[in-house]
């Protein structure tokens, strides 16, 4: 892919971050209480679900930020790999030029979108994924659900549009 669109540097990720991701993913199981035999659209549905109880009640202001960071990490492994399964989506470090290190993404079939899961569930249970009304908006299940065949509905500007 010549066209790295807003990334400086764009590469497939390692075994030992995949091993990483797949860590994560398995602590999100046990959070949950679900399995490896669990649906992608299930195990997102159960991370909404999750973040939504953690707002209702209030046990997410207790969380300081390397907590909330920890929690999107594991969160958002899980997520990214329901949408690699689902999707045929796949995980890739993608370095932006004002950055001094790659972070990992989530990428379309033909390369056309990307999505950054740690950082987007980070904004959600952070309380900055704001929505129309002006409040904190839990779009886990929404954005998963637009994935579905994204490549062929929108046009992308470049290689490697952002979606969050």
């Known amino acids: 892919m010549n066209d790295l669109g807003a990334f400086e540097e764009v590469f497939d990720i390692n075994d030992d971050i995949k091993e990483a991701i797949q860590s994560e993913q398995t602590k999100a199981f046990e959070l949950l209480n679900i399995d490896s035999s669990t649906e992608p659209k299930e195990i997102v549905e159960k991370i909404k679900e999750y973040v939504d109880s953690l707002y209702a009640n209030g046990s997410i202001s207790d969380y300081n930020e390397q907590t909330r960071k920890d929690l999107a990490i594991t969160l958002g492994s899980a997520w990214g790999n329901a949408a690699c399964k ?79």
């Open 86 to 164: 689902i999707y045929r989506w796949k995980w890739m470090g993608l370095r932006a030029e004002d950055e001094e290190y790659a972070a990992y993404y989530i990428v379309s079939p033909h390369h056309k979108f990307c999505c950054p899961p740690f950082g987007f569930i980070f904004n959600i249970i952070g309380g900055d994924n704001i929505g129309l009304d002006g409040r904190n908006d839990n779009t886990i299940m929404l954005l998963f659900n637009m994935l579905d065949g994204v490549e062929t509905r929108q046009k992308a500007p470049h290689n490697y549009a952002v979606l969050m």
